[in-house]
């Protein structure tokens, strides 16, 4: 058992002598750990793969039936251990930059707007109910739990984002910041909705920008930051981790599958990572798509 | 109207599972509304909207799951709330964020978290399958073993492990069994009854609990042995085994047994085997029937005739004309396919038929 490729954002700490961490949170696929200092990161599965704050481990269900919520995860640099029970070699490990090259996107911009036009259409039929990606409810809730919650939170969230897109679009950063800090830990999960949506919203941020020379109302790194800022302490510490990445421009193996496949005009690439996203957590995947999709790429007729 | 809250620090479960949750605390007597929420200052401001923010729901933290249950009283509130730890186990098969929120991941855990289990259904990549299989075995588990690609002789050790244990080794390759009511596999929904199957052939398994059902009788048990059970070099152990068990258990009183046709030898031991105080229908598709009725069994020679003649034995009634009828109802088809046939050319002379399951397509 050892670790088979880490994510360069989490890597210097898990290789640092004297790393400690703490499983915060377990899952068929992915244990999350938390260090003294706050920074999250996670130890998964192949299948779960690359993400900006993952390490990949061989054999991970040998690994996860050994680790529980709140047992101390010790490391001296060459090894992650949990008491005498196991060791994880990082030697093996190699670095994977969480970063995706966005200025392919610039190369076939037409194909590009193409394909995000099928995206938006199968996100459309194929999203969870649930999701933010689904078509606003035009029920009004009776509750708070249930399927009305999720109405509700579709409903509050899609307000939200109609406001964002507006304040965005006016370069108006301290709307944004307003609004992103009401729309961050929106949703029931370990990553809310809102969190996902943010997310995905300030990856398409980075892609829209990569895809035209002209002057845009706001900085990506602006509005990034912004976000960041105003979801701080309105979140779970995994979901504020993850935003913060995004807003790095850092994204896990399927999204650079799909910026990859966005400029391919062979269609199965993009299916294969839109499928792959989607199926990510419960409407995880979706939201953070919808997000993506909501930003203001450049149209063509 | 009472609410109730709970905080639980650093429980992290999924959207959908917390969804679940609510939903279920909906269903309970007199709860009016429920929250079950990650503390983020979003959520608590949509539970203060639905009027489900309490002063102890105002100090959650966004690393907090947040429980409120607004009920008619406070003995419901209360009984929702109880109920949280085992919806939230049930449904992410663990605790409250103590380090059990999940499924176990090998057979040793499921054991050790599910101590009453007594049979376990393995379906992994064949060449894991035997090396599971012999796990459950030793930790007194009958086995169903779904997984193909597991080599002869691996077979002949389980069924031999599982016989000195007393246990039931249903596979491999084993697609359907009905055990106790509950449908392993590619098990149909039948009512529980007085007929138990054993049967080397999962579709044929099917074919005749379901006709069962339709001719509104039910199966107290169904075992599936796995194809090859009844070779030569195999012997049949998973259907002596589970002969055996359906001679011993109270609420079988019909017996059927289903096979292609197995090797001579074996057959003799089975029908042997087979004999006893319960009748016993055989549908050993191709075999002598002058063999099973020497062994004083009731042969049959198509699955429609096993379930017509089980449900005619477990009514008490005589079972020779369910087989009579059987025969005689393709005749009142005969006018509609003589009809048909008049349409054809003369050079068309055959019917192309695709028809799935080792079984049927011997039968067909």
């Known amino acids: 058992m050892h670790l088979e490729s880490i994510s360069t954002r989490v890597s210097p700490i ?36 690359n993400g900006p704050l993952n390490a990949v481990v061989s054999h991970f269900q040998v690994l996860a039936s050994l680790l529980h919520p709140g047992d101390t995860i010790h490391g001296d640099g060459a090894a992650l251990s949990l008491g005498q029970d196991w060791r994880l070699a990082l030697a093996p490990a190699a670095d994977w930059d969480p970063h995706p090259d966005y200025s392919i996107l610039a190369r076939r911009p037409r194909v590009v707007a193409g394909n995000l036009d099928w995206l938006r259409h199968h996100l459309l039929l194929e999203a969870p109910p649930t999701s933010l990606a689904a078509p606003r409810p035009a029920v009004t809730p009776g509750a708070f739990s249930g399927p009305p919650a999720s109405v509700r939170i579709q409903m509050h969230a899609g307000e939200l984002i109609d406001g964002l897109k507006d304040a965005q679009s006016r370069g108006d950063l301290n709307q944004v910041a307003a609004l992103a800090s009401r729309l961050a830990g929106l949703g029931p999960g370990l990553t809310p909705a809102g969190d996902d949506w943010l997310a995905g919203w300030l990856v398409g941020l980075r892609a829209a920008a990569a895809m035209d020379d002209e002057d845009r109302p706001l900085a990506v790194n602006a509005v990034a930051q912004a976000v960041v800022d105003s979801a701080r302490a309105r979140t779970s510490r ?40 989607m199926h990510h957590g419960a409407t995880s995947g979706s939201d953070m798509l919808a997000g993506f999709l909501v930003a203001p790429f450049p149209a063509f007729p | 109207m009472p609410i109730a809250t709970r905080l639980l620090p650093s429980a992290y479960y999924d959207s959908v599972t917390l969804m679940l949750v609510a939903k279920e605390l909906l269903a309970m007597p007199r709860v009016q509304d429920a929250a079950v929420v990650m503390g983020t200052p979003a959520n608590l401001a949509l539970m203060r909207d639905a009027h489900l923010l309490t002063d102890e729901a105002k100090a959650a933290t966004p690393n907090d799951l947040v429980v409120a249950v607004l009920a008619g009283d406070e003995d419901a509130a209360a009984a929702a709330l109880a109920a949280v730890a085992g919806l939230l186990a049930a449904s992410k098969g663990g605790g409250e964020g103590t380090g059990e929120q999940r499924r176990p991941r090998s057979l040793r855990a499921a054991v050790r978290s599910h101590a009453d289990a007594n049979l376990a259904v393995i379906s992994v990549a064949g060449r894991y399958a035997a090396r599971e299989a012999r796990l459950a075995l030793q930790q007194g588990l009958h086995v169903m073993l ?42 149909n929904a039948v009512p529980r009854g007085r007929i138990g199957i054993v049967s080397a052939a999962g579709t044929g ?7 069962i059902a339709r001719r509104g009788s039910g199966v107290s048990q169904a075992i599936g042995t796995g194809g090859r059970d009844l070779s030569e070099a195999v012997g049949g152990r998973t259907m002596l085994a589970g002969i055996a068990a359906l001679q011993s258990d109270p609420q079988t009183e019909v017996i ?7 090797s001579e030898r074996v057959t003799a031991e089975v029908l042997a085997a087979a004999r006893g105080p319960k009748p016993v229908v055989v549908c050993f598709l191709g075999a002598d029937p002058g063999v099973v009725e020497r062994a004083g069994l009731i042969p049959v020679s198509t699955l429609e005739q096993a379930a017509a003649v ?21 005749l009142a088809h005969l006018p509609q396919t003589q009809a048909e046939a008049a349409k054809l050319q003369p050079g068309q002379r055959f019917i192309h038929g695709l028809d799935s399951g080792g079984i049927c397509c011997y039968e067909a």
């Open chain 1, 14 to 49: 898990l290789r640092r002598p004297g790393f400690q961490a703490t499983v915060e949170s377990a899952f068929s696929e992915a244990v999350n750990l938390v260090t003294p200092a706050g920074a999250a990161l996670a130890l998964v599965s192949r299948r779960i793969g």
């Open chain 2, 205 to 211: 398994l099917q074919s005749v609990s379901s006709d």
């Open chain 2, 146 to 187: 779904f997984s193909d690609n597991v080599s002869l002789e691996d077979e002949i050790a389980l069924k031999t492990l599982a016989g000195e244990q007393g246990l039931l080794c249903m596979g491999p390759d084993a697609g359907t069994a009905i055990i106790n009511g509950v449908g392993l596999g590619f098990a």
């Open chain 2, 256 to 262: 059927v047994l289903i096979s292609k046709p197995p």
């Open chain 2, 310 to 330: 089980a449900v005619a034995l477990a009514r008490g009634e005589e079972w020779c004309s369910p087989i009579v009828a059987c025969d005689e109802a393709p």
């Open chain 1, 238 to 277: 995994l979901s504020l981790a993850f935003l913060q990445a995004a807003a790095d421009g850092a994204v896990a193996q399927a999204w650079h599958a799909l910026l990859a496949a966005l400029p391919d005009a062979d269609p199965m690439p993009l299916h294969r990572a839109a499928a792959e996203i």
